[in-house]
C-alpha cells in the first residue's frame, strides 16, 4: 500500500467542498491516482465497463425505474390512492392514514423512494392540504412514508446491496416485508394519537358499492407486485426479468386499461428513466473505479 | 450560426438522449423477447443476455451524460449553500476547471486504447471497442458542457453578477 492510495479520497473530499457531483469526484479521484502513478488509463476504462458487464442484477434498476415512471405518470397513483382512500373509510386523520397505505402499496410496485414521493406524495400532499392538515405535518408523513418504498419489495438499493454482497435478491426481497409493514403499522398508531390531539378531519364516508368500485378499478394495478414477487419466488423469473416483465405490464395497464398514456408522456418517461439511471450509474462507474484502485493497492491487508 | 447550433444541438442530442433511450427500449424488449423464448417456447436464447447487459453499458454511461447535462447528479452542497453568491460562483468555477483538466487528459489515451481492443463479445462478435467508446463519449460529453458552463461562470465572475445562467428552470438548455 503506497501514499497513492490518499489521491483518491483527498480528491472526493474536495468534491465534496466544492459541489462537484459525487460520482464524477470519484472518477476524477480515480484519474489523479492513475495519472500521479504513472499507470495505464486502460485499466481505468475495463475496471468500469467490464465492472458493469459483471453486474447483470443492476439492470433490474433502470426497469424498476422505468416501471415506478410508468405508474407515476397516469392515473395508476389515483387508483391507488381511491383504493386505500376507501380501505381507511370514515377515520379521524384518515387522509394522513391513506398516505401510509397509499404508499406501502406503491411501494410493492416501484422500489424508490423517489418515486413514491415524487408521484403518489404530491398527490397526497395535496389532497391533505385541502382536507385541513398543516403543510408540515403532511409533507413529514409523506416523506416519512415514502421511504416505505425502498423497504418493501421490490427494492432498488437491495439490488445494489445484492450485487455488491452477493446476497440472494430474493431473499432480501423477502427481509424487507414485514419490517415494511411494521413501519407502516407504527406510522399509522402516530397518526392516530396525533390526529387525536391535534383534532384532524373525519375521511369521507364509504359505502359498500364504492369501497368495491374502487377496489375492482385498482385491481390491474395492485397486480403488479404479485407479477413482480410471484415471478420471482415461484423461480419462474429471475429479479431482473421480474423486472422487466412488471415494466411490460405497467406499459400494458396504462395504454390499454387505464388509457392514461399518450406516446409523448412515453418519451418524457424514457429521458427520465435516463436521467434517474445515469444518475445511479455514474457513482457506480466512479465506485468501481475506486474499488480497482483499493484492489491493487491492497488495502484491505 | 443558425444552422451551427441547430446541427450541435441534433449531434448532442443523439449521443445523450435519442441512442440511449433507443438502446435501453431495445435491451427492454431483448429482456421480453428472452423470457419469451425460455419460458413459452422453451428454448433459452444466449444472445438476449449478451445483447442486454452489454446495452445496459451504453444506457448507463450515456444516461450519466443526459444527467450531467440537467445537473441531476447527486452533489454534497451543505458548504455551498451557505456561501455568498460571490462563493458559490468560485466553487462552480474550480469545480469546472478540476473536471475539464482531468477529464480531458484521459480522452486521447482512452479513445486509443479501445480503438485498438482487440475483444469481441463471444455470441454476436460485436467490437467491445465500439461499445465501450459509450465512455469516451461520457468524457467527451462532461468536458465540453464544463467548459461552456465554465465560460458562463467566468463572465459572470468579471460582470459581479455571480449568478448561474444555465439551467435555472427557464427552459430546457443544451448547457
Redesign the interface.
Known sequence: MSWYLAIPFVVLI???????????GM??GS??Y??AKGM???S??NS??YG??NA?I??AI??FV?TANVMNSGQVTDKVYDFASSLIGRRRGATAYVNVIGSLIFAGMTGSALADASGLGVLEINQMEKDGYDAPFSCATTAASSVIGPIFPPSIPFVIYAMISGASVGKLFLGGMVPAVLLALIMCIYIYFISKKRNYPHGLVVTFKHFMLSTFKAIPALLTPVILMGGIYTG??TP??AA??A??YALVISFFVYRCLSSKALGKI??D???????I?????GAYAFSYIITAEQASK | MKLMKKTTRWFVDFFEVYLPIAVFLLMFITFLVNVGFRYILKDPQNWTFEFSVYSFVVVGLLGACTAYRKEDHVVFDLLYAELKPRGQNILRIISYLIVIVSLAAIIPSSVRYLLKLPTVTSIMKIPEGIIFMSFPVLLVSTVCRSVCRLVLDVKAFRNKTYVQRYNTGEKDALI
Open positions: 474536495l468534491a465534496f467542498v466544492i459541489r462537484m457531483p459525487i460520482g464524477l472518477l476524477v484519474i489523479v492513475f495519472l495505464s488509463i486502460s481505468l476504462v468500469v465497463c458493469m458487464i447483470y443492476l439492470i433502470p426497469l422505468f419462474i423469473m431482473t426479468e422487466a416483465v415494466a411490460a424514457l429521458l428513466t435516463l436521467r434517474t439511471t445515469g444518475t450509474f455514474l457513482v457506480i462507474a
